[in-house]
């Protein structure tokens, strides 16, 4: 009887080929959602046009308030005092109808109280009922 002496030895050996689809792959991915943040995050002015109908949907105000009481509206900064003329040129798009303005105020849970209630006091002295103070729960 003859043993071999040609002992083989086993490797364990990785295929890097999938791995390596799988990286160009997320790749492409991250490539593409960054594009489309970048696209999405550019603020521009689209054109405006008078509808051709009478349209009776709510217009729908979202403002943010930090922690510092600043507050937020698409993008820009806006003072507590210019809060009611803001309001008003808000309500001439609804034809003056408080009850087509629907307004989300999103708040940071450490901005001051005093700023909230001033919020809505203003609002509900137009006479605008839909106001909603955006929270999480635990």
Known sequence: MRLSRHHREHQVAFRLTPLI???F???IFFMTISQISRTNAQL???PRVAPAWNDDRPLVLTWTVDQDGRMIHGGTHLPLEAF???LQEQLAQ???DPSRLHVLIRY????PTRILNTLVRQLTAQGVISVRLAVTAE
């Open 21 to 23: 689809d799988v990286v």
């Open 25 to 27: 792959l997320l790749i």
């Open 108 to 111: 940071d849970h450490r901005c």
């Open 84 to 86: 009611p003329a803001f």
């Open 94 to 96: 609804v034809d003056n």
């Open 44 to 46: 521009i002015q689209v």
